[in-house]
């Protein structure tokens, strides 16, 4: 009988395979096209959005929002899952993943604020805080309260269980470069015990001190980890026109392209990009509803730049460290001793331990932003506080046990989790994606006539009509 492990991968590369490639290109590229590209056309209306301040102290703002999001995407995957996508590809052409992302990304962003600016539209309040996400928008819009808990329960097993197992299991691989024994010692007990504790003390704090911390970690840890990455591009400058042509001509490659499932250098950096970004997956739609804004557009665009941040800028700063740094790719089984491996061979023995201090950092923001997509989707089954209680010390439990799983099985299983639920997500968008397109035509007259947009339903007739009344849209009107 074969192994859960086994299966799990059997499994995962059938879904890839044969449904989700289809599927998340297809819609990355009917949105691309119903919305005029608007990943393109908007990409700076979306940076201005930005800069728009809060209704009131109590509220979560756009750029907090996309904090939260930003958290849960930059995560070890930027690190660990570029590396392990080379890794996986490189028997027939490991650079080729690194296009495969970035195209997922280019389109997928238009999939990103198509499910943004749903989640928008179809928020509620509960108590002080605005939740939504898919599955608000497939109850409301779809009216389905069965595919609505199908999709939240979903969403729970991924990000409370899978995703944060992974990132509690890539936090404590980074020690792997300083103690080679490391998995067979007590060491995965105590960073899975760490990071338990850290994350227990902040998601017991709630929504505003999620936001309050992912907004101070995100931006200052990407900056330096960009401007790392910058710094090995910029030394080996005579290298890059090098590296890109063999990241395009091993992209096409047929043999890199049609090999075996797990080689494919198209499924490799598929998985990895969508495991990465999130595009169309319906999980940053949970974070988005949480913003005040003056219409459901401008989280909408904001969500969008995320993806840009999360897979054009960071990822590509990991591909490029890796695939300029010399270090042979087929010499390491697992993805966080390349990268270590690769920036120690560019900037001496502090290179592995600003990686390590990287890692736990992006795990720790990843492990807050996760569980904020987590509690929004619970209350939505059902609103119990001893219920919240016990998922919240299941949690954490789960990153203490994350960190001590094998590679094989953690990866699978977030994998599995990650395709299930972008499945829901998917159909539900592709149903409902010309609602959204209707918002942003409005948004954008708005715009044209020199307005700071508002939303109203009964112009637009789309999303809950309690939330987006007249007495909503006069209160932006009046700051």
Same mark, same amino acid.
């Given at each position: 009988m074969p192994s859960i492990g086994t299966i799990l991968s059997q499994f995962s590369g059938f879904l890839y395979t044969y449904i989700l490639i289809v599927l998340l290109i297809f819609a990355g590229v009917y949105f691309t096209v119903r919305t005029r590209g608007v990943q393109f056309r908007l990409f700076r209306e979306s940076i201005r959005i930005l800069g728009e301040k809060k209704r009131d102290g109590k509220d979560i703002s756009a750029f907090q929002a996309l904090m939260i999001s930003t958290a849960s995407r930059v995560g070890t995957g930027n690190i660990a899952g570029v590396a392990n996508a080379v890794i996986a590809a490189t028997v027939i052409g490991g650079y080729g993943a690194v296009f495969w992302m970035w195209l997922l990304a280019l389109i997928g962003a238009a999939s990103a604020f198509i499910e943004s600016t749903l *989640?928008?539209?179809?928020?509620?309040?509960?108590?002080?805080?605005w939740v939504g996400g898919p599955a608000y928008y497939i109850q409301k819009a779809l009216g389905s309260r069965v595919f609505g808990v199908v999709f939240a329960v979903l969403l729970i097993a991924c990000f409370a269980y899978g995703f944060n197992?992974?990132?509690?299991?890539?936090?404590? %691989?980074?020690l792997q470069y300083y103690l080679p024994g490391y998995a067979d010692s007590v060491w995965p007990a105590v960073v899975g015990a760490v990071l338990a504790l850290l994350t227990g003390l902040c998601?017991?704090?709630?929504?505003?001190?999620i936001s309050a911390i992912t907004s101070g970690i995100v931006p200052v840890m990407a900056a330096i980890y960009i401007a790392l990455g910058l710094f090995i591009t910029v030394k080996n400058l005579g290298q890059v026109p090098h590296m890109l042509a063999l990241i395009f001509t091993q992209a096409f490659d047929p043999r890199a392209m049609f *090999?075996?499932?797990? $080689? %494919?250098?198209?499924?490799?950096?598929?998985?990895?990009? &969508?495991?990465s970004n999130e595009a169309g997956m319906g999980s940053a739609p949970n974070a988005a509803a949480a913003a005040q804004v003056s219409h459901p557009a401008k989280q909408g665009l904001v969500q969008m730049l995320s993806v840009f941040i999360d897979t054009i800028?960071?990822?590509s700063t990991t591909a490029f460290m890796l695939l300029l740094s010399g270090v042979p790719i087929d010499a390491y089984a697992e993805g966080m001793n390349f990268v270590q491996a690769a920036v120690h061979a560019q900037v001496g023995a502090a290179g592995p331990v600003f990686i390590t201090v990287s890692i736990f950092l992006f795990a720790f923001s990843s492990l807050v932003g996760n569980y904020y997509y987590t509690e929004s989707n619970l209350r939505f089954i059902r609103d119990s506080k001893p219920l919240l209680l016990a998922f919240r010390l299941s949690c954490v439990a789960a990153i203490f046990i994350g960190a001590q799983m094998s590679f094989s099985t953690v990866w699978d299983l977030a994998d599995v989790l990650?395709?299930?639920?972008? &499945?829901?997500?998917l159909g539900a968008?592709?149903?409902?994606?010309?609602? $959204?397109? !209707?918002?942003? !035509?409005?948004?954008?007259?708005?715009?044209? $006539?020199g307005k700071n947009p508002v939303y109203r339903y009964d112009q637009v007739g789309v999303g809950d009509p309690s939330v987006w009344d007249e007495a909503n849209a006069r209160r932006w009107e009046e700051l």
């Open positions: *989640a928008q539209c179809y928020k509620e309040k509960h108590g002080d805080n197992a992974l990132q509690a299991y890539n936090a404590g %691989s980074a998601i017991f704090g709630g929504v505003h001190r *090999a075996g499932v797990g $080689a %494919s250098c198209v499924m490799q950096g598929i998985k990895r990009g &969508l495991y800028l960071i990822c990650m395709g299930l639920m972008a &499945l829901v997500n968008i592709l149903l409902l994606g010309g609602r $959204a397109v !209707k918002v942003l !035509k409005d948004y954008q007259t708005q715009r044209k $006539a």
